[in-house]
Structures are given as structure tokens and as C-alpha cells.
């Protein structure tokens, strides 16, 4: 029986799909040995992994040059990993995000947030730089998010003590200046992390530390006040207050973001960065100048600031990127030792047991796994098998097998 025009179009579907199919397969194959390094041409800090697993853009901070930084393109296949381009951009390249729709990589570049088109970055066809927002003023752009639905950008300005909004219809129209940015909220010290919920509603960011109209404790040392680095001991003063976890209503951040402000929560010395579970009940945040992962429920940092905290463990020098693996069971921390150590100086990653740091954090501690010299971000895979890690000053990309190299993994 011949098949109906239906039926042949189906087929055709099928056909065209079974090729890419099997190359993510090949992109996503894990490689001889559990963990690899591959060299980049750079300090790496944020690796950003496509969808289908197959490319990785990794930006290189700019350091003593004055021209500014890259951004890596790294090809993922058959467990190896390459080095394919660079590509040049303004400023100091350092977090970075993709718009869900896979299309456009923002990145956080120190006086600018650059934007390049993914598929001219993956194919090498045409400048991939669709443009820059910013001036060259020093406002210190180093995180970078973005809404469910690529309308809202939202950049954390450390030096400016800022997040500001950034309208995607106008990146996307070929408007990219100063008027595509929407709001400017006024944080605090130092903000870090722009972390969006899951229903889109809260954005939460980290403070680094507390302003004194805020009249919080002097608890926290210096953190680069001590010689060896290992955070212990009496530093000379002056002392500061503790950082800050701070809630903002997500929309009103864009539309009102005088009235943003939700919740400020003390969240430790030097609280960085700040990842959420997958359904977004619980918060982690590295707290740099604890040495120590602390645990939070989200809905309480909202509703009873007073009680939201839920489990602090100690883990390692100076940690710095956060991610959740393993189902969720499992958060990786890098513990950074950025004040004392250098390219030669290989810190661990700490696995912590996610069930018991959130309740209380006692022998929550798993293990380690190797990373290289100053490991700073991490991220994980779509399909979640694969972690990959930044080695700063040791100027490597790490790739895990999270199955084969994380203690405690399932």
C-alpha cells in the first residue's frame, strides 16, 4: 500500500533526525578516563555548554591586557575535547549565559555586556560579536542571567554595586546600546549571582558584605589580610559585617525597581555565588571567607527570614563555584584558595551530601575529587553525566565523569 503524504512526511522527519541523534550520542560519549583537562589558550572562568552537549564557550578572562579578553569555543566529541577558535571581545570576560533558544551568548565583560550569535561562534562563518551595552565605564559586569522566556537580562555590576535589566526584543531587533537597558537595582556590596527561580518570580543575588546603614556585626576578617591564605587565625582589623543573600520580586525589578526589594538574609563572610535545587526549594551559597557551603530554604529567605537557614559545612579553602549533580542529591563546591595559591597550587573539589547539609550539615562532607590551580565555575551537562569545572590560574577546562570520578555519586 502506498504511504500517504502524512505518513512519508513522518518519515522524512525520522530520517533527518537519526544522524543528528546519533551525533549528540558521540558529543555526549564519555571519554577513556574519568577526568580530563584540555589546555585553553587563557584564564578560563565561565564554561556555557549548548543544549545538545556537543560545544562549550568558555570565557577567558582579559587579565594585564589592555585589548581584553576571549571567548573559547570547544568542540565536545567522542570524549575529547578541542580547542576550535577564539574570539576576541571588549572588556573582561567572565560570567556568561545562553539564551534558551540556544541563539545568543551574553557575556558579563567587565565595563560592557557583549553579545554573540552561538551558531556563527560554533561555525566560524561571519563576526559572531552582535554588539556591545556599556561605555568602558569601570562597573565591574561579572554575572549575567536570563528569563525563562529571553526577554529580561539581568547582569550584576560588582564595582557599581548594581544589577541592572537589559530588554532582549531590542538585542534581538539590532538595537544593542545603552537604551536597551530597562531598570538599575540597587544592591549592596559587591553583588554577585543573579539566580532566577524556577516559576520566574524572585531573583536572588549575593552581597558580599553588609553596608553599615544595615548596623550588622563586624564578624568577618579581611579576607586577604592573612598570609597563608587558609582563612584561620585572628586577621588584623578592620573587621566587616557579614554578606548577604538579597530577594527582589523579579518582575517588579524590571517595571518598579525601587519597590524590587523583597528580603535580605546574612549569609555568611563573603557569600558569592548561589545556585538553587532543581525545583527551587533550597538555596546553596559558597560562603568564600567561611570556607564554608551553606544551605537555605528558598521559601523561607521570602516568608521567615529569621528561620531560613538550614545547614553550614566547612569545605575547603576559599570555595567559590556551586553546582547541584546527581539528581540533586549531591552539590560539587570549588574550593578556590584564591588569595594564596597559584597556577601550581591544585586545589580540590568538595562533594557534599545534599539530604545532610540542609539538615544541619554534620558529616556532610563526602570526599574530593583533583581540579587544577584556582578551580572557580562549574557547570553540568543537559543530560547530567558530565561536569565541567574552570581551572583559573592553571589555565584548564576540566571535564568529569560524574558517575565514575564523584564519591557518593548514585
Known sequence: MPLTRSCTFALALFLAAAPAARAQDACNAPAKDAIVHLDVPGTPFEPVITADGCWLFVTLA???RPDGGDIAVVRRDAGKLSVVRTVPVKGNPTGAVLTHDGKTLIVASGAYLAFLDASRLISGAGDPVLGYIGNGSPVGFIYVNVTADDKVVFAAAERAEAIVSVNMDLVRAGKITDDAVISKLDVGNAPIAVTLSPDGRYLYTTSEISLPSWKW?????????????????????????????IVFDAALAVTAPSRAAVSRVAAGCSPVRLVLSPDGNTAYVSAR??????????HKLVNDTAH?????????????GVAVIDDASRIVVTNSNRFAGGAGDHQPLAVVDAAKLRAGGKQSVLGQIPAGGFPRELRVTADGRTLFVTNFSSKTLEMIDVARALPGAR
Open 217 to 245: 556585626p563586624d564578624v568577618c576578617k579581611p579576607e586577604n589580610a592573612v598570609s597563608s591564605g587558609r582563612g584561620r587565625g585572628r586577621a588584623p582589623p578592620p573587621y566587616h559585617g557579614q554578606g548577604a543573600i
Open 289 to 298: 571567607n567561611d570556607n564554608s557551603l551553606l544551605a537555605f530554604d528558598a
Open 308 to 320: 531560613a537557614l538550614l545547614g553550614k559545612v566547612e569545605v575547603g579553602v576559599a570555595p567559590v
Open 62 to 64: 582579559a587579565g594585564n
